[in-house]
């Protein structure tokens, strides 16, 4: 069975031939998972976070068994994509960190979110002009809400992802990578 996701009127819908179901965003929420690759690994630092605090600075460590180039992704809860780093360099079993306290962690509205951080591997650049690039300006239009094209991207690449849970706090912000309020 074939399913495709699909944004129409700022709605998330599920689809099969021509049958379409609206999701909540409830439902939405409940497509965002960790999904682990023997292939490549994607680690928060530290592991053994259950939850981080919005303001936190966050690393990631990544591994991949073959040389190319790493991309990573974050997916916030309501569909909008950022590409965090595009295009690094990997070497086959050498692990790089991503972001270096580049980053900090940030929630919508001051309310604790679920994010989903993906880790893309290829062995030549993807070109990522389409997506809101981090620290640019955060669109808020429809076309922000790309999660359906990453999903395309992902049936012909080697990714990871890691869910991860930010409690709320008092940061506001405008850029990606940020949250708007």
Do not use: C
Request: no cysteine; net charge negative.
């Amino acid at each position: 069975m074939s399913l495709t996701l699909q944004r129409q009127h700022q709605i998330w819908h599920l689809y099969h031939d021509q049958i379409g179901l609206a999701l909540r965003p409830s439902d939405f929420l409940d497509l965002l998972v960790s999904v682990e690759n023997p292939h490549l690994t994607l680690s928060p630092r530290p592991e053994d976070k259950p939850v981080w605090r919005e303001g936190e600075p966050i690393n990631f460590s990544v591994q991949s068994k073959s040389a190319g180039f790493v991309s990573l992704v974050n997916v916030y809860e309501d569909g909008k994509v950022v590409v965090m780093v595009a295009n690094r360099a990997i070497t086959a079993n050498q692990p790089i960190t991503l972001l270096a306290d580049d980053l900090e962690t940030n929630t919508l509205n001051g309310q604790t979110s679920r994010d989903l951080y993906v880790a893309l591997h290829s062995p030549t650049p993807l070109d990522w002009s389409r997506y809101s690039i981090l620290g640019e300006r955060l669109e808020q239009e429809e076309r922000a809400y790309q999660f359906h094209e990453l999903i395309e991207r992902l049936d012909t690449r080697v990714f990871t992802t890691r869910l991860l849970t930010t409690q709320g706090g008092m940061k506001n912000g405008m850029t990606a990578g940020s949250r708007p309020e």
